[in-house]
């Protein structure tokens, strides 16, 4: 992956931890009640990062997603998943 990519990435995800998101998906638990909203947001979160990364790689770098790429990006949102976390908790909990 290239550095440009790579950055284009991690701004992408500061953008959508920055978002509220929990609003976004509230509709739901309202159509279909969950056990765990936290788990609900921080899946569907999940998902559009990875979804978002693909669709990024794919753009800047005009090939398909290798197995690296994969474990990259795996790696840049499981390093910032606390954060996440976090996010969803406050506004969860506001």
Do not use: Y
């Not at 794919?58 to 954060?83: A, H, V, Y």
């Amino acid at each position: 992956m290239k550095e440009k990519t790579r950055c284009a990435i991690e701004e992408m995800l500061d953008s959508i931890i920055k978002s509220d998101k929990v609003d976004r998906i509230k509709w739901i638990n309202r159509e279909f009640p969950v056990r765990s909203m936290r788990d609900l947001v921080l899946g569907h979160l999940i998902g559009e990062l990875t979804t978002r990364t693909l669709f990024l790689l794919n753009l800047s770098e005009k090939r398909d997603f290798t197995d690296q790429d994969e474990k990259d990006t795996s790696s840049m949102i499981k390093r910032r998943l606390p954060e996440l976390v976090e996010k969803i908790e406050k506004e969860l909990n506001r």
